[in-house]
């Protein structure tokens, strides 16, 4: 049998807007396919029509759909936890960032706030003083700066003397004449935290003629 060039053009190309094909046999016997119907010379026993079926897209099964939905959940729950994992990490950064800065922080304060000390600059230990009407002038120095809630407090042969201040100095008058002890301590809330050595101090009281 032979085919005309028409026919392989059929069977290469798809046929997009006809449904309906014409098949029949010249004269020569060469077979014909066409969309437009066969010359009338063409007998009835030679000629045939044909219905081709429609052609329509296959709709995805159910299964390819929740495999694609499934693979798209699984891709969005990925980025989401990488998401979160960056998050996360950039959380811990800035938190282990801020703990150091307050580390440092913290490290310098209390290179700042070192423990404090005081001493008695005057009288010094075994001085003699003299005054007729008992003044005596004591003066202290500390390493560093009084801080918060810490006051000096001034012992008088063993007994406080007055309140709690944070001036280094003490004015006294009416002292009796002959041997006294000064010490002087930091105190805070009540508690002791420094304390000067003790410092011996003779007083005389010199005559009024």
Do not use: C
């Amino acid at each position: 049998m032979k085919f005309s060039p028409l026919l392989l053009i059929f069977l290469i190309a798809p046929l997009s807007h006809a449904n309906e094909i014409y098949k029949w046999t010249d004269s020569k016997g060469v077979m014909h396919l066409s969309d437009t119907p066969p010359p009338k010379s063409i007998t009835s026993k030679n000629k045939e029509k044909l219905v081709l079926p429609e052609v329509k897209n296959r709709a995805p099964s159910s299964g390819e759909d929740d495999g694609n939905n499934t693979a798209t959940k699984t891709s969005d729950s990925v980025t989401t936890d990488q998401t979160a994992s960056v998050k996360t990490d950039d959380s811990a950064a800035s938190l282990s960032a801020d703990e150091q800065v307050t580390e440092i922080a913290s490290s310098e304060k209390k290179a700042d706030y070192k423990d404090i000390t005081v001493d008695i600059e005057s009288p010094s230990n075994d001085e003699t003083l003299r005054s007729s009407r008992g003044l005596m002038t004591i003066q202290t120095s500390l390493n560093r700066k009084l801080g918060i809630g810490e006051r000096l407090q001034l012992v008088f042969d063993g007994t406080p003397y007055g309140a709690p201040q944070t001036q280094k100095y003490w004015e006294l008058k009416g002292v009796e004449r002959g041997e006294h002890s000064l010490k002087v301590q930091v105190v805070q809330s009540g508690k002791v935290i420094a304390s000067s050595s003790v410092v011996t101090v003779f007083l005389h009281k010199t005559s009024v003629k």
